[in-house]
């Protein structure tokens, strides 16, 4: 499956921006979904992920609370709602799929990526 992420940009701190990634197969429904980012020098990490029927969120530490995964099956898109935005969230954005329905934490869990999306975050 080939995965598309859009939605980045330049926002202030406090701020919001919605992340979207969409995906070229019908059998979407079948991948669990996450969202990994990378700062500048650091190594990717988990930020959210859900199941294959949307239900099932999970989130990091660092975006509980401010940040909200969702799908839409029927768009074949999940999307990313980021509120409350930090200098710190400032990192490439990617979208991964899992096939067999859920999602892991773990990047190595993940089998298709899509090629990042930049969110700029600033003071």
Do not use: H
Request: with cysteine; glycine share 14%.
């Amino acid at each position: 499956v080939q995965l598309q992420a859009s939605g980045g940009g330049l926002v202030q701190a406090g701020g919001s921006l919605r992340l979207s990634c969409a995906a070229s197969r019908r059998t979407f429904r079948r991948y669990g979904l996450g969202w990994f980012r990378q700062a500048p020098g650091k190594e990717r990490e988990f930020v959210a992920a859900i199941n294959w029927g949307g239900d099932v969120p999970n989130y990091a530490d660092s975006v509980e609370g401010r940040f909200t995964i969702s799908r839409d099956n029927a768009k074949n898109t999940v999307y990313l709602q980021m509120n409350s935005l930090k200098p710190e969230d400032t990192a490439v954005y990617y979208c991964a799929a899992k096939d067999g329905g859920w999602y892991a934490v773990a990047e190595g869990g993940y089998d298709y990526w899509g090629q990042g999306t930049l969110v700029t975050v600033s003071s």
